[in-house]
């Protein structure tokens, strides 16, 4: 059964860093794509970075310059390096992925930006 489990969320103050990361066990993420997505209440699951099996990645213009995607092999674990926070910032952060198209969320870990 695929599992994915976040980690590593908190409050941090603007302008500093907090790294995620989402093990997997079931599925191998460096067979697999891995995208980390966002929500607030209110508002809908909004996509922030995706890492592929090829090692491409890809970000969301919210967060290009100040997040990083990677993966560890060894680990089965993708992380979100998370560099100069903003208050916007501030969400339920996800990790997913697709398994012969099915789809795997993780129970998502919470990020708190404030001073």
């Known amino acids: 059964q695929v599992q994915l489990r976040e980690s590593g969320g908190g409050l941090v103050q603007p302008g500093g860093s907090l790294r995620l990361s989402c093990a997997a066990s079931?599925?191998?993420?460096?067979?697999?794509?891995v995208g980390w997505y966002r929500q607030t209440p209110g508002k809908e699951r909004e996509w922030v970075a995706t890492?592929?099996?090829?090692?491409?990645?890809a970000y969301a213009d919210s967060v290009l310059g100040r997040f990083r995607i990677s993966r560890d092999n060894a680990a089965n674990t993708v992380y979100l390096q998370m560099n100069s926070l903003k208050p916007e910032d501030t969400a339920v952060y996800y990790c997913?992925?697709?398994?012969?198209?099915?789809?795997?969320w993780g129970q998502g870990t919470q990020v708190t930006v404030s001073a």
């Open positions: 890492l592929v099996s090829g090692g491409a990645f």
């Open positions: 079931g599925t191998l993420v460096s067979t697999n794509f």
């Open positions: 997913r992925t697709e398994v012969r198209g099915a789809k795997y």
